[in-house]
């Protein structure tokens, strides 16, 4: 072997000495440096004709482990999902209050139906009118207030995941940019872990808002498959983008490089954006959904009291509310049974006139006389000239009015009727609202009394006379839009078959006995994209007809208010019932009869049909069981999302440990090395000498 052989052989061996002590430094100085991996120097024997030609660095690597590193990346996605639903289920639960406390949301109701009790033995009192007044504007004003607070939280969510769009595409560029530089360094045995240090903390970041693979390639290069199959990084980054859609909420799109447009939330199954979207498109709005559901029916069960009610007097004007049907046909068609109009003197409270209306007969009998024909289409024309002067009504803009004269007061009398009047399951003055203690600017309750048979109503045969359907599965994500035209057949049926043939296989639309359109599925969710259909001309659409989705039924719930007299005057409550069974001159309304305050009191206690909101399934419910399920549900969804997020954290720390105790810097290890190292780099730098000592010897005895 030639002396200049043994000098490059021990001049590489103080070379791959000198990079591994730096590196062993490296790591010694960065011991408890967080996320720091700690390096690895590969070294390869270098040969040439079967001869060893001493010693190279291969390559520098950090102590990565694939496997606690896909670990941890799965640990954190969770942990963004969870995080996300139980900072906003705490967010949403903290808006009803304490249900152990009497100023609760939940136990407000308590209080009002307290309030009617107590009216019931002393109706007279004002005190306690004005404070059973204020009572429930309260109820709904705090419903409402939640409301707001509950979409302001959808809100919030939304402009997250806007937010996110622009943090990822950073990242993504970042992780693709210092690909260049890693591949860079490995080409040239340099040393490249500073960049891959880099790197895998954005990947780790990345993991957070959405489930990823990482593979990595000889070069040192990484691929990056977000969700199922969206190639975030690939020959180049991917770009998210946001689509405002027609709910005011946003769409979030991959564009891989090179690739089309993909919906996100559909091919990922964990990490912040997916627990953002489920809080924003499922969670949230079904929420929303049960508050609907609670407050209206709790609504109508109060008004279903007060329109079998009377105050004392009796009111001049009775003013029905809108129930969607611009036409008197189908307004006042499918009523059975009978009502009474009763006329009585405001002062002596006695029967001036009575008016029995047979929805059966189709006939309208004043004072016992033989009745008079009448025709849905002209109800109100045939009930005023009935009444004969003593009773105008009119039919405007769906909803039904009727006034006397001055000096004279209305009343209905529909539950001693044989038999009642019944629609929907309503009776003629609740069906109508004529005497409601609580309004609303929209429609509030779903029963419509429609028919399979009967018309719809909606306009048909436009461009835009169509409702667009967002169908998405148990978990939020989204399936498919399904648009479905205004048929133009007539007839619920047709309108019923036109939806269904829309969404297919996906689930069924169904009218029940009291005319209340339903969809039903045990494997989708339906949300309304975009409705631009209308019943008539100016009148309302037809997923606010039918409260079709959860986010256009949690609507009704800002439209509620205690009637505006009302909140003038407690004297017009309802507490006093009409009878009609009193001799001829006697009064039949008594100022000290509390009859009407008792039904209002017992109002919780009613059972009511309920649709599935939510988490709660639909059934029959008393409005104070409701109650009860609703913040049971609250609670329990609260409690699961808390503890989904501490397993996700304790699983992503344990992860996280292993993956240290792999990939961090070991002292006794280093120190080990180290010593290796240096007696590495002694023995080269002494068979330099050596060789430089033999070359002196050799030059001396040639010279």
Known sequence: MSLSSIIGIASSGVATAQTSLRTVADNISNVNTKGYVRKIVEQTSLASDGRGQGV?????????????????????????EASALAQGFDQAQGLFGDPSSDTSFFNQLDSIYSGFNVASASPSSGLGRSQIVLDLRNFLSDAARINSSIRDLRSEADTRLTTNVDTINNLLKGISSLNTDIVQGNLTNGDATGSESLQREMIKKLSNYMDIKVTTRPTGEVRIIGGDSITLIGEGPAQLSSSLQPSGLSDIYVTPSGGSPILLKNHISSGEMLGLTQLRDKELPGLMNQLGEYTSHAV????????????????????????????????????????????????TNAVVKTAVIDFTAGTISVNGAAGTAFTPATFAADLTTAMGGDAVATFSNGALSIATNTGQGLAFDDKNATPASLKAGKTFSHFFGMNDLVTSTSISTYDTGLLPTSNHGFNAGGASDVITLDLSDPTGQHLVDVTVPVPAGPLMSDLINALNTGVGAYGTFALDSNGRLNFSSTTTNLAIRSDSTQRGTGGVSMSALFGIGDVQRSLRTDQYS??????????????????LTVTAGQAALKVGNGDGAKLLANAGAATASFDKAGNISSGKYSISDYAAQFAGSLARSSAQAESARKSADAVNTAAEDRRSKAEDVNIDDELIKLTTYQQAFNASARMVKAAGELYDVLLGMVN
């Open 56 to 80: 190279a660095v291969d390559r520098i690597r950090q102590a990565a482990d694939a496997y606690l590193e896909r670990a941890a990346y799965t640990a954190s996605g969770n942990v963004g």
């Open 300 to 347: 109508e069960e109060l008004n279903r009291a007060h329109n079998a009610s009377s105050s004392v007097p009796a009111p001049q004007t009775l003013a029905g509310r809108s129930t969607g049907f611009l036409d008197q046909a189908t307004a006042f068609s499918n009523f059975s049974g009978k009502t009474t109009l009763a006329v009585l003197n405001s002062t």
């Open 562 to 579: 205690v009637r505006s007299d009302i909140v003038q005057d407690g004297k017009y409550l309802a507490l006093a019932k009409l009878d």
